[in-house]
């Protein structure tokens, strides 16, 4: 498990710089556990007696409405940490979790970070952080609602779903139901269906799970001027560093052409 757990910790926000011997002792204390399509990981008002790294796949958090509706809080992917601030904060879980897809998770038990955190406060530190981010996104994410179209919403979900591709442009498998990413971002899975094909003036064609960009700089350019995010808040093109000749999409281009 260490193998392959520790690099990515130490590579998290959360657990960036904490010696080898700190990891060994969180790793030897957790549970990495699989978790098929579907499976729940935790429930809303479940005692936090833990918290997730997640290793591999991707996490649907959401909450339920009185009237059973279910709101989609997050999807989180590989890396990402959830759960933590309900552990700090001695509460229950603020929302369910469910594996979007198959997904490994590493489970940390409260008591042991907790423990853990007496001796090194700065993992209070690291929880506010981590915290922070999480709140910065949820107002990105209403900033975008407020002033995006329905397409440069789209479009910029499909910029940082290809944020990691080298090149003008490409193709890539959506991770997970498309049902899932017109709930995150609001929206019916009908009206992100149109809103994918609105987007084919600007490149993108869809074929089922398939979506292909033919140029990231013509999206983003169409997308991020109607975003506020500094470069370091977007895993996708980002108006201001590419207007600035430091996109990481573009700056992958000139690399490669």
Known sequence: MAEIATPILSALPFFKGMSDTELSAILQSSILKDYAK??????QGDRAERFFAIISGWVKLF???DQGEESVVALFTRGDVFGEAAVFGNTGYPFSAVAAEESRILEI???FIKEHAK???????RMMASMSREMHKLQMENEHMAIMSTPQRAG???LQLS???IGKGGTFSFPYDKSLAAARLGMQTETFSR???QLKPFGVTVKGPEITIDNFQR???YCCGHCSAELDDCQGAKRKSCCEGACPVKAKTRANS
């Open 119 to 125: 001796a090194h406060p700065e993992l209070l530190t």
């Open 156 to 158: 910029c979900l499909l």
């Open 38 to 43: 579907g499976k729940t990981v935790l429930h």
């Open 219 to 221: 999206l983003a350019d």
């Open 63 to 65: 909450r339920m409405t």
């Open 109 to 111: 038990p409260a008591a």
């Open 163 to 165: 944020s990691g591709m």
């Open 195 to 197: 809103a994918l094909a």
